[in-house]
Every structure is written in C-alpha cells, then in structure tokens.
C-alpha cells in the first residue's frame, strides 16, 4: 500500500503515467481508499487542462499578432 506521500510524489512527477500494472494498482487502491489523494487528483488534473487550454490561447495569440 502506498502512503500519501508516495502516491503525490508518483502522481506529480510522472511516474504513475509510466509505471507498471502493480504499481498502478496500488495507486488506484490507495486513491479508492483515501478521499483526501483522490481530491487532490482531481485538482490535479484540472490544473493542467487549464494550463494546457491557456497554453493554447497564448500559442494562438502569438500567432495572430503581426510582425
């Protein structure tokens, strides 16, 4: 079982995304268990759409303006 500690820190530095079948089923366990990890996934992943979606408004601002 991962702590909360070890499941931020996996899920924050990429890890969870390339990690293996038992890794992500302890991190899904750990997420299903605790609603304070599972909140913070959801902030999470809120956080970066927004980022992307003003990523992209920058990016097509940047394109629009003359040279």
Not at 9 to 32: C, P, V, Y
Not at 52 to 62: M, T
């Amino acid at each position: 079982m991962l702590t909360c500690k070890e499941y931020i820190f996996k899920l924050t530095s990429g890890q969870l995304a390339e990690a293996g079948k038992i890794d992500r089923m302890w991190a899904w366990q750990h997420r299903l268990i605790c609603r304070r990890c599972r909140t913070f996934t959801e902030n999470d992943q809120t956080l970066s759409h927004l980022l992307d979606q003003y990523g992209k408004r920058i990016g097509s601002a940047d394109e629009s303006e003359p040279s």
